[in-house]
């Protein structure tokens, strides 16, 4: 592998790991295919899902009586072997209870990465929590 090909998949995983974050915040679900295989398998607190049709079904059952979220992804660790990849990333995410509260969440994400034919897709998530604050009052 080249060391161009390797800035490019490294690139390719990062844009895949911040379209992720804007997916569930501007809820993106028609893009689900652009980001993860038809096989992938999503395991957090809030249970795991096999395959696009249940993920989306999990996202939206942790995510629909928001008012708003704003995940933030950080840290990226990327590791690249041919076809296959593996990132480690942190997420803050801030969620929107309403106009005067909000609570904050904190976790790891470990994602495995395939090349396919349309690009590098996620088929594999691991969400690892850390911390979770209870409603807080906003300040903004």
């Given at each position: 592998?080249?060391?161009?090909?390797?800035?490019?998949?490294r690139?390719?995983?990062?844009?895949?790991?911040?379209?992720?974050?804007?997916?569930?915040?501007?809820?993106?679900?028609?893009?689900?295919d652009?980001?993860?295989?038809?096989?992938?398998?999503?395991?957090?607190?809030?249970?795991?899902?096999?395959?696009?049709?249940?993920?989306?079904?999990?996202?939206?059952?942790?995510?629909?009586?928001?008012?708003?979220?704003?995940?933030?992804?950080?840290?990226?660790?990327?590791?690249?072997?041919?076809?296959?990849?593996?990132?480690?990333?942190?997420?803050?995410?801030?969620?929107?209870?309403?106009?005067?509260?909000?609570?904050?969440?904190?976790?790891?994400?470990?994602?495995?990465?395939?090349?396919?034919?349309?690009?590098?897709?996620?088929?594999?998530l691991?969400?690892?929590?850390?911390?979770?604050?209870?409603?807080?009052?906003?300040?903004?």
């Open positions: 592998m080249t060391e161009i090909r390797k800035l490019i998949d690139s390719e995983l990062a844009d895949l790991v911040a379209r992720h974050s804007l997916w569930i915040d501007e809820q993106r679900y028609d893009e689900t652009q980001l993860f295989t038809e096989d992938v398998v999503v395991t957090s607190l809030r249970g795991e899902a096999k395959g696009i049709e249940a993920l989306v079904a999990l996202v939206r059952k942790g995510h629909d009586d928001y008012a708003g979220t704003l995940h933030n992804k950080s840290n990226l660790v990327i590791e690249v072997d041919n076809d296959t990849a593996t990132v480690r990333a942190h997420d803050i995410a801030v969620f929107v209870l309403d106009d005067k509260t909000e609570a904050i969440a904190a976790g790891i994400h470990h994602y495995q990465a395939r090349r396919t034919p349309n690009g590098w897709r996620f088929n594999r691991e969400v690892t929590p850390l911390a979770l604050t209870t409603p807080l009052e906003r300040a903004l």
